[in-house]
């Protein structure tokens, strides 16, 4: 089945700095990428997506592209701001009922 | 994802004792999905219901049962066969739509006295 691993599993940045957050995935199969924020205690909230049929995707600070051949995606957070410490998580699948998580990241933004 | 409601926000569970932590959704989703949360670890499904009456075991499915009797609720059972349910419960829903986004809950966390 897909496995998914994510690195690094903690990262401390300078506010202002970037954060990049990268994942591989197993299986060739496998056609959409969430990306989760967890803030303590809370739920996981999507923050951004991609499909295997596009190579990057922004929204604001957030970025996220994908590397088919290699298997591996990444998350990119520009401008980092205190608030944006949490955990993150990736995933990957290629069906619905088949999505399977990294292990998560800790960001640390430093005001 | 403000539509999906999980209680209680904590639970404490005796050895022994079989609880049932509550799902329920008013987004009018297909789908909805049970995982468990353990620290350092991503989230791994315990089970899935794609329509009312019908649900799949996920990859630890072992002492754990779910029922789909409403499209809006999807109860998970934890039973003492489950040697180890310490842990934050989270369940997701997401639309019979083409998208695969799945949205959560705000979480269970359960905790063996």
């Known amino acids: 089945g897909e496995n998914v691993e994510q690195h690094p599993s903690t990262l401390s940045v300078q506010e202002g700095d970037s954060a990049v957050i990268k994942c591989t995935y197993s299986?060739?199969?496998?056609?959409?990428f969430p990306w989760y924020k967890q803030e303590l205690g809370k739920r996981p909230q999507l923050i951004i997506d991609?499909?295997?049929?596009?190579g990057e995707k922004k929204d604001q600070r957030i970025a996220v592209t994908l590397n088919k051949t290699a298997k591996h995606f990444s998350l990119h957070i520009t401008e980092t701001q205190p608030e944006d410490s949490a955990v993150y998580f990736c995933?990957?699948?290629?069906?619905?009922?088949?999505?399977?998580f990294g292990a998560g990241t800790r960001l640390t933004v430093k005001p | 994802d403000g539509g999906i409601t999980q209680s209680p926000k904590y639970l404490f569970r005796k050895e022994g004792q079989n609880v049932t932590l509550s799902c329920e959704q008013n987004?009018?989703?297909?789908?909805m999905y049970w995982y468990r949360q353990d620290p350092g670890q991503g989230l791994r499904l315990i089970y899935y219901?794609?329509?009312?009456?019908?649900?799949q075991k996920g990859d630890i499915a072992e002492g754990y049962s779910v029922s789909r009797e409403k499209k809006e609720s999807f109860p998970l059972t934890v039973t003492s066969a489950q040697k180890n349910p310490t842990a934050f419960y989270l369940c997701?829903?997401?639309?019979?739509?083409?998208?695969?986004?799945?949205?959560f809950g705000p979480g269970t966390r359960l905790t063996v006295l």
């Open positions: 997701a829903s997401r639309t019979g739509q083409s998208t695969d986004t799945q949205y």
């Open positions: 299986d060739s199969a496998s056609n959409y």
């Open positions: 991609i499909r295997s049929n596009v």
């Open positions: 995933a990957a699948s290629k069906s619905p009922h088949d999505m399977r």
């Open positions: 987004l009018n989703h297909d789908a």
């Open positions: 219901s794609q329509i009312v009456n019908d649900f």
